[in-house]
Nanobody, 120 residues
Framework: QVQLVESGGGLVQPGGSLRLSCAAS????????MGWYRQAPGKQRELVAR???????EYADSVKDRFTISRDNAKNTVYVQMNSLKPEDTAVYYC??????????????WGQGTQVTVSS
């Protein structure tokens, strides 16, 4: 089992920045990959960014060069730094973790979500 707790959401003006944090309840060293999805009203949940246990990263085209995902293994925490925010970034952001539950089998855990609103 992995519990994920997100923090850092809020209201920000266009062009501003936020950093979201996702704290895991146990070591993330064995977690295959972690990252962030987001879901805006009336839209499907979409992948924003993810980072593997080896440190490889992947981003949605819409956030490349604006968002940066990172991990701190000592703190069991994954972050996403969001810069140059746009109104279309407004959504509920969900942290996830793909973790092994037994040999050859992984499962996905989700956080409760944190609201990000970009508006003037």
């Amino acid at each position: 089992q992995v519990q994920l707790v997100e923090s850092g959401g809020g209201l920000v003006q266009p062009g501003g920045s936020l950093r979201l944090s996702c704290a895991a309840s146990r070591s993330i060293l064995s977690i295959n990959h972690m990252g962030w999805y987001r879901q805006a009203p009336g839209k499907q949940r979409e992948l924003v960014a993810r980072i593997t246990s080896g440190g490889s990263t992947e981003y949605a085209d819409s956030v490349k060069d604006r968002f940066t995902i990172s991990r701190d293994n000592a703190k069991n925490t994954v972050y996403v730094q969001m810069n140059s925010l746009k109104p279309e970034d407004t959504a509920v952001y969900y942290c996830y973790a793909n973790a092994p539950i037994r040999v050859g089998v992984t499962t996905r855990y989700w956080g409760q979500g944190t609201q990000v609103t970009v508006s003037s």
